[in-house]
């Protein structure tokens, strides 16, 4: 059975930093995406790496947050530096077997997300 477990959120206040990581158990993926969603609005996608290193980012995060992936191939990480209060949301770990994408609908794979709160 293939499972994605998010670790790392918490609380944090402005200009902080947070990592989160993702751990696939069941096999390996070529692409882990991480999309966020706060209660009102739609679920947001903030990047995504393909094997080895292509990485994607939502314009909102460039610069201040980074994507990377352990060499074995089933974990993830999200590197959140610059954190403001907008960033504010559950962050969702997500896998797929194909390229990179910007979609939530193209993961087939999800975990249970993470809190991730940033205070002014």
């Known amino acids: 059975q293939v499972q994605l477990v998010e670790s790392g959120g918490g609380l944090v206040q402005t200009g902080g930093s947070l990592s989160l990581s993702c751990a696939a158990s069941g096999r390996t ?3 882990y995406g991480w999309f966020r969603h706060t209660p009102g609005k ?5 990047a995504a ?3 080895p290193s292509r ?3 939502a314009d909102s ?5 980074t994507i990377s992936r352990g060499n074995t191939g089933n974990t993830a990480y ?4 610059s954190l403001k209060p907008e960033d504010t949301a559950v962050y969702y770990c997500a896998a797929r077997t194909g390229g990179g994408t910007y979609y939530s609908t193209d993961y087939s ?3 249970q997300g993470t809190q991730v709160t940033v205070s002014s």
């Not at 999200?78 to 530096?81: A, E, K, R, V, Y």
Request: proline share 0%; aromatic share 26%; glycine share 8%.
């Open 55 to 57: 990485t994607l980012y």
């Open 109 to 111: 794979y999800w975990g």
């Open 49 to 51: 790496i393909t094997w």
């Open 61 to 65: 995060v460039k610069g201040r947050f």
């Open 78 to 81: 999200l590197q959140m530096n």
């Open 29 to 31: 993926f070529n692409t």
């Open 42 to 46: 739609e679920r947001e996608f903030v």
